[in-house]
């Protein structure tokens, strides 16, 4: 790390510019974070679509990314906050397992994927495959998301402002879907569910939590009819 | 894997830079696509026709090449050589004859057009931008393409763009798992696709629909029902370029449009040095569905 990459500013923030400092060594900077760290709040500037930007944090840290990135942004996330200000490329906090991720714009295809836990907000739309095979995540997209999403979605919840699109849920298995608008169609056993008190209560927090201003009684809930759990003879062509 | 990059200019000013610009965003996608590079350039239509060859032996396959032509048309031919390619400027019906006569010297033809310029080489995408000066190129649009080759080989003419009729030209980032069944059909429809390429398939098939009456919407709109497989689709023409995916929309694609421009990338890395890029409108195309920009 060269003593000119990083400028320390009164206010305790570590500014990384990506136009000075290589990707690797941005990442190093953050991957070395312990959780007694007396550095919590960084700024990495110019990411200019760089894929893989702060990934694998592990530390109680917060991360502002100004600008847009690439591929694979706060992938594998635990513990730390990571603020993208533009939008992002395929794969934001792919298997996420705890801490928070919020992205300003929009976020590509499979969102969240495979995530085991913590908090994914999207204020744009997040487009295909959003919430992937998700096994514990939470995700609340303030837009619309994109066909197959929550595909074999596992466990937690994914929470959609506006509207989803074509197959939502195909073969779900424990994950909670609730969305605001229209589902253009639900996938192989997603069924509309009711929602009952607890799962009002659910969901104003996670509007909450995820600065979303909507009212959980607006929410359809959709889950698994868990018809595809157990092989079926009389339902071999659906399989 | 693929890259694509496309830049359709609504601000007129900015025509001189169009090399310029384009050539930043094709190297910025070299880690999608080493093996080889392409540009389809739009400039102002002149009179006549363009017909853009490639030789591996440029030096003994150009030389006299304009005489030799000119004198077989009856016409006065001019020639622009760069690098491997030359831009031979023929009249308004001199076309067939003018191919015959080029194709019998053993030069491949890369595209004919008004307006449209093809070049395309083997290489990392720097050195292909280099070998023909790319970034001093100027015009109204152009779509440039760097290849990680899948379904035919590393060569000259498996590299995009391909052009299958006068001024449209297709860059593709996937892989069709169709395109023998419809090279057959093609072929007896008489678009016959000259290489073992995929895309020259999709791009037959395109300008098949277009002979047909089809508009570039709906030609477009037919590889949705025709082609099988995983493509994101540019396509440019005379006017502007169009823009489709498959349904499953693996391939990535992302848009951005200003006042002074439309800009296509397989990433959005490919749009950082564009100017007013933070205040652009920036948004990924949905899948099964036709964009296109028209001047």
């Not at chain 1, 894929?51 to 917060?62: K, S, Y």
């Amino acid at each position: 790390m060269t003593a000119t990459a990083i400028a320390e500013t009164d206010t305790g923030v570590q500014t990384l510019d990506m136009t000075e400092t290589p990707l690797r060594e941005v990442n190093e900077t953050l991957q070395a974070q312990s959780a007694s760290t007396n550095q919590t709040r960084f700024v990495i500037e110019n990411p200019r679509g760089s894929h893989a930007v702060a990934v694998g944090l592990d530390a109680p840290i917060e991360v502002t990314v100004k600008g847009s990135t690439g591929y694979y942004c706060a992938g594998m996330n635990k513990q730390a906050t990571v603020h993208v200000t533009g939008s992002v490329g395929p794969g934001v906090a792919e298997n996420m397992m705890s801490g928070t991720v919020i992205i300003d714009g929009d976020a590509s295809q499979y969102a969240g994927a495979t995530g085991h836990g913590g908090l994914l907000v999207v204020k744009g739309n997040a487009s295909s495959r959003c919430g992937i095979s998700m096994k514990g995540i939470d995700i609340v997209v303030h837009g619309n998301i994109g066909h197959m999403s929550a595909f074999m979605a596992q466990k937690g919840n994914l929470v959609v402002l506006g509207d989803a699109g074509d197959a939502l849920g195909d073969s779900l298995y424990e994950a909670r879907l609730f969305v605001r608008g229209k589902v253009k169609s639900l996938g192989a056993d997603c069924i509309e569910k009711e929602m009952r008190p607890e799962h009002i209560a659910l969901l104003r927090d996670l509007l909450d939590r995820a600065g979303a201003d909507a009212k959980p009684e607006e929410f359809t809930r959709y889950g698994s009819a868990r018809k595809l759990y157990n092989f079926n003879i009389d339902h071999a062509g659906d399989y | 894997m693929c890259g694509i990059v496309g830049l359709f200019l609504k601000n007129p000013d900015l025509r001189p830079q169009l090399g310029e610009m384009l050539t930043d965003m094709l190297i910025t996608m070299t880690d999608r696509g080493p093996d080889s590079a392409g540009i389809a350039i739009y400039g102002d239509g002149d009179d006549g026709l363009k017909v853009t060859v490639q030789s591996d032996t440029p030096q003994e396959s150009f030389d006299g090449l304009d005489a030799a032509l000119s004198a077989a048309l009856g016409a006065d031919v001019t020639m622009r050589v760069v690098d491997t390619h030359a831009v031979l400027s023929i009249p308004d019906g001199a076309r067939d004859a003018a191919v015959a006569f080029l194709e019998d010297r053993g030069l491949r033809i890369m595209g004919l057009g008004a307006s449209m310029e093809i070049f395309k080489e083997v290489g990392l995408p720097h050195e292909v931008a280099a070998r023909f000066d790319l970034r001093a190129m100027g015009g109204s649009h152009g779509i440039g393409h760097t290849r990680m080759a899948t379904e035919s080989a590393v060569t000259t003419l498996g590299a995009h763009p391909f052009s299958t009729a006068e001024d449209q030209c297709l860059v593709h980032n996937g892989s069709l798992s169709n395109h023998n069944q419809m090279r057959r059909v093609l072929t007896q429809k008489g678009f016959p696709p000259k290489t073992e390429n995929d895309t020259e398939v999709a791009a037959c098939y395109i300008s098949s629909r277009i002979a047909e009456g089809a508009n570039l919407g709906q030609a477009l709109e037919g590889t949705l029902d025709d082609l099988d497989g995983f493509f994101t689709f540019v396509m440019g023409t005379k006017n502007g370029f169009g823009v489709v995916r498959d349904p499953i929309a693996c391939k990535p694609a992302v848009m951005a449009e200003t006042d002074d421009y439309v800009a296509f990338g397989s990433e959005y890395r490919a749009f950082a040095d564009l100017p007013g890029i933070e205040a652009a409108r920036v948004w990924e195309p949905e899948p099964a569905t036709v964009y296109f920009w028209e001047r």
